[in-house]
């Protein structure tokens, strides 16, 4: 039972190199989602999916992006990393617009 | 303003007693939708419990239930006969338009023995 994979589960990076954060899921949900966790807040959204090709912005966009060229995998990429962006990443998936998410084991970014 | 607030930072029980962990809300919409989830200290998040907003009956899900007061805008967790498995963050969460989730800030729950 896979569910969401995200990799890596650890990353460390200096400031200003990029990278993507990997997330799959194999339940053929069309509802994909990014968020951040971050000491003593709640979960924020990043960006969400609600099919291939079609992506949106959530609460807090800005310094990432994403792209859903399949229902699959929904990457999230750094592109400039800052240490603002050291925190934990959840990607959860949806196999409705209303129905709870299904989240991955998270990712935890230390940016330097 | 906070779409969602949790606050009780903190909460302590022993071991097979019943706990209320508390949740308001603020939304204008009509249609929306009331998660918990749990968060043990391994960091995933666990779906607990749903309540949609024209859902008639209180949800229950095995030793949890959610305590929905439409009118008081609250969503309160209840779980019963706590067990120590039970110490973990709790998240309450509310849905927005589709798939988008507004978190608080959660409670942490101990169980003692």
């Known amino acids: 039972n896979a569910g969401v994979t995200q990799t890596p589960k650890f990353q460390v990076l200096k400031t200003g190199q990029s990278m993507t954060l990997q997330c799959a899921q194999d339940m053929n949900h069309e509802y994909m989602s990014w968020y951040r966790q971050d000491p003593g807040m709640g979960l924020r959204l990043i960006h969400y999916s609600v099919g291939a090709g079609i992506t949106d912005q959530g609460e807090v966009p800005n310094g990432y992006n994403v792209s859903r060229s399949t229902t699959e995998d929904f990457p999230l990429r750094l592109l400039s990393a800052a240490p603002s962006q050291t925190s934990v990443y959840f990607c959860a998936s949806s196999s409705s617009l209303v129905g709870e998410l299904f989240f991955g084991e998270g990712s935890r970014l230390t940016v330097l | 303003a906070q779409k969602i607030t949790q606050t009780q930072p903190g909460m302590f029980v022993q071991e097979k007693e019943a706990v209320t962990l508390d949740c308001t809300y603020d939304?204008?919409?009509?249609?929306?939708?009331l998660f918990w989830y749990k968060q043990p200290s391994s960091g995933e998040m666990i779906f607990l419990i749903y309540?949609?907003?024209?859902?008639?009956q209180n949800a229950t899900e095995g030793r949890y239930s959610l305590n929905f007061q439409k009118a008081r805008k609250s969503a309160n967790l209840v779980i019963s006969a706590s067990q120590l498995g039970d110490s973990a963050m709790y998240f309450c969460a509310m849905r927005e338009g589709f798939q988008k989730l507004v978190f608080g800030t959660g409670t942490r729950l101990l169980v003692s023995p």
């Open positions: 939304t204008s919409d009509p249609s929306y939708g």
């Open positions: 309540q949609g907003s024209y859902d008639q």
